[in-house]
C-alpha cells in the first residue's frame, strides 16, 4: 500500500502563531484523509476528517485537500501550548476500505 | 461503554512467552481494527474486523500474529513466542462500521498496551 509522507519535524511556533502542517500521498484512489493529534505517551485523537476538495473549517482548525495534487494540509490558528503534540496525517487505504495508513506524524511544539 | 478500552495497561514479558492483549470497541460498532506503534514510528496496521470476520489480515507481521473477534465485541491479540522486536504499544480501534460503502467512517482509539518483551 501507497505510504503517505509527513515531515517529522520539529516544528516550533510561538504561541498565537498559525501552524500549517502538511502531508503528502502517493494514491490516487484515496477519498478519505483524517488528521489525529497524539499527545506524548497517549493515543491517537481524531481532529478533523475531509473527503472533498477545498478547506475545511472547525473552531481553530481547518483542513485543506487537494487530490489533482495529493496533499492535505492542517491549520491551526492562534496556537496554544496545549496544541503541542505530534500530528498524525492518515489516509483509508484502498484495500480493504478499512485500516487507515498513517505517516510517521509532525511534532509540533507551540512555545509560549 | 463510553469509549474503546484495552487490557492490560502495560505488559512486561520474558522473550519466547506468549500474551494476549484485550480490545472492547465501543458498543455498537461493527468494525475493529489492530495496529501497532513502536517508539518515535507511526502507526502500522495489523488486522481489520468487519463485525467476526477479517477481511484484511494484511498487516500481521508473521504467523505468531493472530487475532480473534466474538460476538461483534470483544477481540483478542495472541503473539505466540514473543520477540523483542514485538515490543510496541498495541492499539485498537473500533469504528460503526461501513454499512452503505460510506467513506466517512471514523475511527476511534483506545489507550492501547504498552508490551515490553525482555
Known amino acids: 500500500q501507497k505510504e503517505v509522507e509527513q515531515n517529522s519535524g520539529p516544528l516550533s511556533v510561538p504561541e498565537g502563531a498559525i501552524a500549517s502542517l502538511n502531508c503528502t500521498y502517493s494514491d490516487r484512489v484515496s477519498q478519505s484523509f483524517f488528521w489525529y493529534r497524539q499527545y506524548s505517551g497517549k493515543s491517537p485523537e481524531l481532529i478533523m476528517s475531509?473527503?472533498?476538495?477545498g478547506d475545511k473549517e472547525d473552531g481553530r482548525f481547518t483542513a485543506q485537500l487537494n487530490k489533482a495534487s495529493q496533499y492535505v494540509s492542517l491549520l491551526i490558528r492562534d496556537s496554544q501550548p496545549s496544541d503541542s503534540a505530534t500530528y498524525l496525517c492518515?489516509?483509508?487505504?484502498?484495500?480493504?476500505?478499512?485500516?487507515?495508513?498513517f505517516g510517521k506524524g509532525t511534532k509540533l511544539s507551540v512555545k509560549p | 461503554g463510553a469509549g474503546v478500552s484495552q487490557s492490560p495497561s502495560n505488559k512486561v514479558t520474558e522473550k519466547g512467552k506468549d500474551v494476549e492483549l484485550r480490545c472492547d470497541p465501543i458498543?455498537?460498532?461493527?468494525?475493529l481494527y489492530w495496529y501497532r506503534q513502536r517508539l518515535g514510528q507511526g502507526l502500522e496496521f495489523l488486522i481489520y474486523?468487519?463485525?467476526?470476520?477479517?477481511?484484511?489480515k494484511s498487516g500481521l507481521p508473521s504467523d505468531r500474529f493472530s487475532a480473534e473477534r466474538t460476538g461483534e465485541s470483544v477481540s483478542t491479540l495472541t503473539i505466540q513466542r514473543t520477540q523483542q522486536e514485538d515490543s510496541a504499544v498495541y492499539l485498537c480501534?473500533?469504528?460503526?462500521?461501513?454499512?452503505?460503502?460510506?467513506?466517512?467512517?471514523?475511527?476511534?482509539f483506545g489507550p492501547g498496551t504498552r508490551l515490553t518483551v525482555l
Open positions: 492518515a489516509r483509508r487505504g484502498w484495500r480493504s476500505q478499512g485500516n487507515l495508513i
Open positions: 480501534a473500533s469504528s460503526p462500521g461501513l454499512a452503505g460503502g460510506t467513506i466517512t467512517d471514523t475511527q476511534y
Open positions: 474486523f468487519q463485525g467476526n470476520s477479517a477481511p484484511d
Open positions: 458498543s455498537g460498532h461493527t468494525a
Open positions: 475531509i473527503y472533498s476538495n
